[in-house]
């Protein structure tokens, strides 16, 4: 199979960012400023996206597409399933990715029986990269972890796949305090979108989900 190189056209891939923040809107979260950052530098590439704070919405546990009773999770499913690029950022809590972040997964865990005409999962063909945040070390664990899942539903995670920010150890500085973003993690976040898309555009092009 001859496989097409030429990703200049990325004017119709959309991106949606999960923000797995504790906290509800309004209140500031330094991991959906991270993650917006990521969508800034997918939009230089020309590259749409969206934004849902996960914990704003009534998203129950379970691990099927539709847990009923008022769950939010189908409407941000069908969001999910349109995105090329799925951005997910959490906070590291206690070492790992946040409890809302896990929620996602295992909602994401549906997707490996859903299946096209093909056999594969419907995520397959579609890229997923992380932004993790936090005070404490923990960064290559969180991100692992997350890859790991995200994988296992069918996710392509680019090269570099993951931005991160994580402060001095037992302090209170969040990266939302930062003003600018630190150098080191704007390069890496600009690195994360450019090899997004290029692994977006060549999946499209060469192995179209349906």
């Not at 969001?79 to 929620?103: F, Y």
């Not at 909602?107 to 992380?130: H, Q, S």
């Not at 991100?143 to 994988?151: G, H, I, T, V």
Request: glycine content about 8%; charged content about 20%; proline content about 5%.
């Amino acid at each position: 199979m001859t496989i097409t190189t030429d990703v200049s056209d990325t004017t119709d891939l959309t991106a949606l960012l999960l923000v797995c923040s504790l906290k509800r809107s309004p209140a500031p979260s330094s991991s959906e400023k991270l993650g917006r950052e990521v969508l800034a530098g997918l939009a230089e590439h020309g590259v749409r996206g969206d934004v849902v704070r996960i914990v704003d919405h009534d998203v129950r546990f379970g691990v099927s597409a539709d847990e009923g009773d008022g769950d939010a999770w189908p409407g941000i499913r069908e969001q999910v399933l349109a995105a090329d690029i799925l951005v997910l950022a959490t906070p590291i809590w206690m070492g790992q990715p946040s409890s809302v972040a896990k929620l996602v997964c295992e909602r994401l865990d549906n997707e490996i029986a859903e299946t096209d005409d093909e056999g594969r999962p419907v995520l397959v063909g579609k890229v997923a990269v992380v932004a993790v945040v936090g005070n404490e070390d923990g960064a290559h664990h969180t991100s692992a972890e997350l890859f790991q899942a995200l994988n296992d539903v069918g996710y392509t995670i680019p090269a570099q796949g993951v931005t991160y920010w994580t402060g001095e150890a037992m302090q209170s500085t969040d990266y939302n305090d930062l003003d600018p973003s630190p150098e080191a993690t704007q390069g890496t976040t600009a690195t994360v979108a450019r090899n997004a898309v290029h692994a977006a555009q060549l999946l499209r092009t060469n192995y179209p989900v349906g």
